[in-house]
């Protein structure tokens, strides 16, 4: 599957869909539908994923269609799937574990939602421009910081970041909220002196960025701990290997967070089953499209500690 047919199979919420569509009901197994899958921004990796996942499944599961819909990653995306406006998501692990739990930013209510596995792991990725003369976190005080999107798990776990940090999001930064590719560019400009990232590797948008010899990358690693001690264990000592990016000479210890794809718990078993099939059947397929998804591993993906994981999905890791 090439990257263009994947990137072909994506588009923005709402864009595109015949008048009267809907996701195809997550509900009793009809047969029929299409379904609507949420990623994230384009400059990520959920989006270019998002959409070889939606060929894939137009191509091998009978009497379904998919889309990869453009979002805000990982809040949206769970809203989207309590709401019943996608059928399938990309989300972290943190994020996922809050909705699923109705914490944090889904004090309102929890999302009634389990996993079909766990995908790979997102690096944080905290990076800041050359001449900002930022090389840790506590030298963000002061400066102009992307927390990520609004709605996005990005957001989260830079919000916990600076708490471990001791920073206070709205008095020691100014503080932006942007996507991966407007991050970039904003440093590229000089409006922004460093943007918090949670994505794979490696991460288009900053490959770009690192290809200028301005990019720096910032250690997160020593936070591990006591995020894991606050929130929890999803928390993870995790590195980005050395030359990952250009002039990126050593491995940088940061914090990593497993990623799961989700569905609502409503969503027909027998299709759960053959979602959860799709990804290691045709795991080169994806890896075709992302290298984050050479992660993909059968005998760990339903290793899920943190929500429940779909029935469909048991009986396949079980057969």
Not at 16 to 23: A, K, L, V
Not at 211 to 218: E, H, I, R, Y
């Amino acid at each position: 599957m090439s990257v263009a047919l994947a990137l072909a199979a994506c588009q923005p919420l709402g864009e595109g869909e015949p008048e009267g569509s809907e996701p195809a009901a997550s509900g009793g197994g009809g047969g029929t539908g299409r379904l609507s899958i949420a990623t994230g921004g384009t400059g990520g990796v959920y989006f270019p994923l998002g959409g070889g996942l939606a060929d894939l499944i137009s191509e091998n599961i009978e009497g379904y269609s998919a889309t990869a819909e453009e979002t805000n990653a990982s809040v949206d995306n769970m809203n989207l799937i309590g709401s019943g406006d996608s059928d399938v998501a990309f989300v972290l692990g943190d994020t996922a574990a809050d909705a699923v739990g109705g914490t944090g930013e889904f004090e309102g209510g929890a999302i009634d939602a389990c996993a079909l596995g766990i995908l790979y792991t997102n690096f944080t990725q905290l990076v800041a421009s050359s001449e900002s003369g930022i090389a840790t976190v506590a030298d963000l005080e002061g400066k102009r910081v992307s927390l990520g999107e609004a709605g996005s798990g990005t957001e989260i776990i830079g919000l916990r970041i600076l708490e471990a940090a001791g920073l206070d999001p709205d008095s020691d930064i100014d503080r932006a909220q942007l996507g991966v590719a407007e991050t970039v560019d904003a440093l590229r400009d000089g409006t922004l002196d460093a943007g918090f990232w949670s994505g794979g590797l490696p991460t288009g948008a900053l490959v770009d960025y690192a290809s200028t010899g301005d990019m720096v990358l910032v250690p997160t690693g020593e936070f591990v701990g006591d995020l894991q001690g606050t929130y929890g264990e999803y928390y993870l000592d995790s590195e980005i290997p050395a030359d990952v990016y250009e002039g990126q000479a050593e491995a940088i210890a940061v914090v990593g967070v497993p990623n799961v794809l989700v569905v609502n718990t409503s969503m027909d078993e027998g299709l759960q089953e053959q979602l959860t099939a799709l990804l290691f059947e045709h795991k080169d397929d994806l890896v075709a499209v992302h290298p984050a998804a050479e992660e993909l591993d059968q005998e760990t993906a339903g290793d899920v500690a943190f929500m429940d994981v779909c029935p469909g999905a048991q009986t396949f890791y079980g057969s």
